[in-house]
């Protein structure tokens, strides 16, 4: 089992920056692929970016892209999203999530979830 906790969201004004933390426990973090994930009131999960287990390697949804970094701290067990330029459209629950095998941008690929974090972009 593996616990993830983010943390980091909150109000911020258009054209502003924001940067999630997901702290993980449990199982060997640095085994697992990370991701981030976003859903909006009356909208389905969605993509919004992932990572490798070494770090090495980063995807991004075409609306993030430029805009948003996905990092991890294996160290400190730790991914995290660094949101800038925010758009009231970022408006969303954040999710992260830890896939076993691959990064990916299927949810359903994810063998663990946050609670998530609540980000507000005002315009």
């Known amino acids: 089992q593996v616990q993830l906790v983010e943390s980091g969201g909150g109000l911020v004004q258009a054209g502003g920056s924001l940067r999630l933390s997901c702290a993980a426990s449990?199982?060997?973090?640095?085994?697992?692929?990370m991701g981030w994930f976003r859903q909006a009131p009356g909208k389905e999960r969605e993509f919004v970016a992932t990572?490798?287990?070494?770090?090495?390697?980063?995807y991004y949804a075409d609306s993030v892209k430029g805009r948003f970094t996905i990092s991890r701290d294996n160290a400190k067990n730790t991914v995290y999203l660094q949101m800038n330029s925010l758009k009231p459209e970022d408006t969303a629950v954040y999710y992260c999530?830890?896939?076993?095998?691959?990064?990916?941008?299927?949810?359903?690929?994810?063998?663990?979830w946050g609670q998530g974090t609540q980000v507000t972009v005002s315009s």
């Open positions: 990572i490798t287990w070494t770090g090495g390697s980063t």
């Open positions: 449990g199982r060997t973090f640095s085994n697992y692929a």
């Open positions: 999530a830890a896939n076993r095998v691959v990064p990916s941008r299927l949810s359903h690929e994810y063998d663990y």
